[in-house]
């Protein structure tokens, strides 16, 4: 696809606002392509991680904060081994992330995308692993898909795959621990 790039698509203080964030530098990335090769999930997103460092470089608030890309990121890190300029292409897909969310965006493929994202956080800080029937369970309560994926769970439980209870309770106030810290640097460093 070919793209017509008009100087009003053109928002610098968007590009400083991302890099701040990340703590990463576009200008580094010389378009090789080989986050997007890499990536497991392009196949499924509109623009690839490639296209994205590409429009961040220039700007492009809108193709970039508008793409359901950061959303279907799986923080998998592989484009962040991968990148011979050593940019850490996931950090960035975490910033915008949160820029999407402090502007009140959601991602077009599925909102709940985000909803999601926000219990198996939540289910991870209070269980300090994931307690799938608590995620699966607020996420269908809370997305009002309520009997979603209801029929795979007795050949999950069959099969040892999906626990009744959550795992080991004495560990739940560790992870809790990292969460707090991670907040305070968090706050330190101006982010949600
Ligand atoms: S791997 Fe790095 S340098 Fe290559 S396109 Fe991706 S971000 Fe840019
Ligand atoms: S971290 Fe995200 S963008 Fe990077 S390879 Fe994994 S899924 Fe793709």
């Known amino acids: 696809m070919k793209w017509e790039i008009k100087t009003e698509d053109i928002h610098t203080s968007f590009r400083d606002e991302v890099e701040e964030l990340s703590g990463?530098?576009?200008?580094?990335?010389?378009q090789c392509g080989k986050c997007s090769a890499g990536?497991?999930?392009?196949f499924?997103?509109?623009?690839g991680p490639t296209k994205i460092m590409r429009f961040c470089?220039?700007?492009?608030?809108?193709?970039?904060?508008?793409?359901?890309?950061?959303?279907?990121?799986?923080?998998?890190?592989a484009c962040t081994t991968r990148c011979p300029r050593e940019i850490d292409i996931a950090e960035?897909?975490?910033?915008?992330?949160?820029i999407a969310k402090r502007r009140g965006?959601?991602?077009?493929?599925?909102?709940?995308?985000?909803?999601?994202?926000?219990?198996?956080?939540?289910?991870?800080?209070?269980?300090?692993?994931?307690?799938?029937l608590g995620l699966v369970?607020?996420?269908?309560?809370?997305?009002?898909?309520?009997?979603?994926?209801?029929?795979?769970?007795?050949?999950m439980f069959l099969k040892r795959k999906l626990a009744l209870l959550p795992s080991n309770p004495f560990k739940w106030g560790k992870v809790r621990e990292i969460?707090?810290?991670?907040?305070k640097m968090k706050e330190g460093e101006g982010r949600e």
């Open 137 to 155: 369970g607020e996420f269908n309560l809370l997305s009002g898909r309520f009997f979603k994926d209801f029929g795979k769970a007795p050949a």
């Open 44 to 47: 499924a997103m509109d623009h």
């Open 179 to 183: 969460f707090k810290k991670c907040e």
């Open 57 to 77: 470089q220039l700007g492009m608030e809108d193709e970039v904060i508008n793409s359901d890309t950061p959303w279907l990121c799986a923080s998998c890190q």
């Open 39 to 42: 990536c497991p999930i392009a």
């Open 92 to 98: 960035v897909m975490d910033a915008l992330r949160i």
């Open 24 to 30: 990463e530098s576009f200008g580094a990335c010389y």
């Open 105 to 132: 965006i959601k991602p077009r493929t599925d909102p709940d995308i985000a909803l999601f994202a926000e219990i198996f956080l939540s289910n991870l800080r209070w269980f300090g692993r994931i307690y799938e």
